[in-house]
């Protein structure tokens, strides 16, 4: 270390994005002396936040921005269904009541509500979307942040925590090339999952990992999580697992966002690069599937699909940032996508085979499906056969691990030994596991890292002057 500037702090905030700032406004409107390290430059600011659209509250009646209720037992019901159980019920009910305030707080803090627009993902009841998306919610939360006071660095990668029985001293970070200690009374881990760590990838998943697609931040490495568990944080979440949906392979390695996300599967058919089919792509409405396809990918020869589709379909979905590759026949199509030519028409021709006709209704479940054909299509089964076709090229696109520390309902970060750490306090992606042990409910990842956001603030700062 090159220098050891000592200099102390309430609260020390570690990450910039959304429950990072949730806790920093917090805090400092607590009157805490408030510091945000954030590893990105400043135009990379905001991890993962800053891809983000909406956020799902709960409200008892319709407003401009959402058009109807959203009760705490339908709430909690689709919470339920989605983890299968896999929740910390209390902190799960206080994640749920907590929320209630959200759409008036962070219109307080800057953010602006966008009116529901007709068919915004079938959402605009349950959640509500910013103007601006996720970059406009981290531009207002940051100049909000730097209107009540606090101090903000950027290019501040934290490298090592000094914690000793449960109790925080001082923070490691990484600056133009030198290493500072930095102390503070308390400290608020809101760094995120893992999930573009490469290398922790490949301990689960081996080489395979190199081809998948974050589809966030590069910043995201997980390096306070893992001091955070080497210190004796009890983990909490499947390590092995992720939340990973089809992207189009022709997207960046980092940060693609939404704009690469493909939602074209249920249309046609996914074949991998032997051109054989090997899953239901009609098992369930998409809603309900689409987060599937990233594990399903991640596991086929050299982690490619191709989403197989003819011109039938092709105006029922929104498409990627890319355009689709065109053929005149299947043919043409398997060498545009360097396959078999015999083995794609092969299994084209399988697949027309066992359609059974029906009436096609994509809005649901419609049973037009295929019969003696393994794996089957049991929804939307159309024949494959108005030219010309066309395919898209599919990797796993990671949104977040699911790995992370347990706290408790003050948001303390919970050690080994069944008790809570004195100062050290964690909110967003790094705790969610705790609220969401498995599946996702959209928007509610805003929601986690907005209610123990606050409470991390509120109670560091109260930690900080007690
Ligand atoms: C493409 C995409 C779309 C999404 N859409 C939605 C949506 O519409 N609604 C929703 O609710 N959720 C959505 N999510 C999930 C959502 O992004 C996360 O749940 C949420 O943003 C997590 O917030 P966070 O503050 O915990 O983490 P992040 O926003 O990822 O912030 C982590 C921060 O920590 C910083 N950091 C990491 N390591 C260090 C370190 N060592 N030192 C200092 N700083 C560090 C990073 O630079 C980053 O700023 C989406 C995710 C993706 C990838």
Redo the contacts with the bound molecule.
């Keep these: 270390m090159s220098d050891r500037a000592a200099r102390t702090f309430d609260v020390l905030v570690?990450?910039?994005?959304?429950?990072?700032?949730c806790a920093a406004m917090t805090a400092r409107r607590a009157a805490a002396k408030v510091l945000l390290?954030?590893?990105?430059p400043e135009a990379?600011?905001?991890?993962?936040?800053?891809?983000?659209?909406?956020?799902?509250y709960l409200h008892d009646r319709s407003t401009d921005y959402l058009t109807g209720a959203y009760p705490e037992d339908e709430f909690w019901d689709d919470l339920f269904r989605v983890t299968g159980g896999e929740t910390n019920e209390r902190l799960a009910g206080l994640t749920i009541r907590e929320s209630a305030d959200l759409g008036e707080w962070m219109a307080r803090h800057g953010i602006r509500w966008q009116r529901p627009l007709h068919g915004t993902l079938h959402l605009s009841r349950t959640?509500a979307f910013f103007l601006g998306g996720?970059k406009a919610l981290v531009n207002a939360y940051y100049d909000t942040a730097r209107r009540l006071g606090v101090q903000l660095a950027y290019d501040?990668?934290?490298?090592e925590l000094d914690i000793r029985e449960g109790r925080f001293l001082s923070a490691v970070?990484g600056r133009e090339g030198e290493s500072r200690e930095i102390r503070a009374k308390t400290v608020i881990l809101?760094?995120?999952?893992f999930e573009a760590n490469i290398p922790w990838l490949k301990e689960y998943w081996g080489e395979a990992a190199d081809n998948f697609a974050i589809?966030?931040?590069p910043?995201?490495?997980?390096?306070?999580l893992r001091q955070l568990l080497d210190h004796g944080a009890r983990p909490v979440g499947n390590p092995r697992e992720f939340h990973a949906i089809a992207v189009d392979a022709r997207g960046p390695k980092f940060d693609?966002?939404?704009v690469t996300?493909l939602d074209t599967i249920p249309f046609g058919i996914a074949v991998n690069e032997h051109a054989r089919r090997f899953y239901d792509e009609g098992e369930d409405l998409w809603p309900k599937r689409y987060a599937i396809w990233g594990g399903l990918i991640a596991r086929q020869p050299d982690q490619i699909a191709f989403s197989i589709l003819d011109s039938k379909v092709m105006e029922r979905f929104m498409p990627s940032v890319f355009p689709a590759i065109p053929a005149h026949s299947v043919r043409e199509l398997a060498l545009a996508l360097k396959l078999a030519p015999t083995a794609l028409e092969a299994t084209v021709a399988e697949f027309n085979r066992s359609v059974r006709p029906g009436p096609y209704d994509p809005s649901g479940l419609d049973g037009c499906r295929t019969e003696g054909l393994e794996p089957p299509k049991s929804h939307w089964a159309l024949r494959l056969d108005v030219p010309p076709f066309y395919a898209y090229p599919l990797r796993p696109g990671i949104?977040?691990t699911y790995l992370g520390v347990t706290v408790d309902e003050r948001a303390r970060v919970v050690m080994q030994d069944d008790r809570p750490a004195q100062n050290v306090f964690a909110?967003?992606?790094?705790m969610?596991g705790n609220v969401l042990g498995r599946g996702y409910l959209?928007?509610?990842?805003?929601?986690?890292?907005s209610v123990f956001?606050r409470i991390a603030g509120r109670e560091a700062a109260r930690c900080a002057v007690a």
Excluded at 156 to 159: A, N
Excluded at 190 to 193: D, P, Q, T, V
Excluded at 427 to 430: D, F, K, L, N, T
Excluded at 442 to 449: E, K, R, V
């Design positions: 570690v990450g910039g994005g959304n429950a990072a700032l390290l954030e590893a990105s990379f600011r905001g991890g993962n936040s800053r891809h983000t659209r909406d956020i799902r959640n996720g501040s990668e934290v490298r970070v809101a760094s995120g999952g589809r966030g931040t910043y995201n490495q997980g390096r306070v693609g966002g939404i996300r949104t977040f909110a967003g992606e790094i969610a959209a928007g509610f990842g805003l929601t986690i890292g956001g």
